[in-house]
């Protein structure tokens, strides 16, 4: 896997040539949380959606 750096690299070179700083931003943000769910789902630090569905049932 490419390194942090050469990733933000990446992202920001795949972005348009009138992209705003919020756009930028933005774009970071989420490659950097779907990296972190990967990485969750790589280490088994996830729940079944019926699990979850009963969690939130004693929210109640």
Known sequence: ???VKTQ???A???LPEDTT???A???LYIRKKIA???KAI???KVISHEDLR???ETWK
């Open 1 to 3: 896997m490419n390194n």
């Open 25 to 27: 931003i933005y774009t």
């Open 8 to 10: 933000i690299l990446e």
């Open 12 to 14: 920001v070179n795949a």
């Open 21 to 23: 700083w919020e756009d």
């Open 42 to 44: 790589e280490e088994g």
């Open 36 to 38: 972190m769910g990967l």
């Open 54 to 56: 009963k969690e939130v």
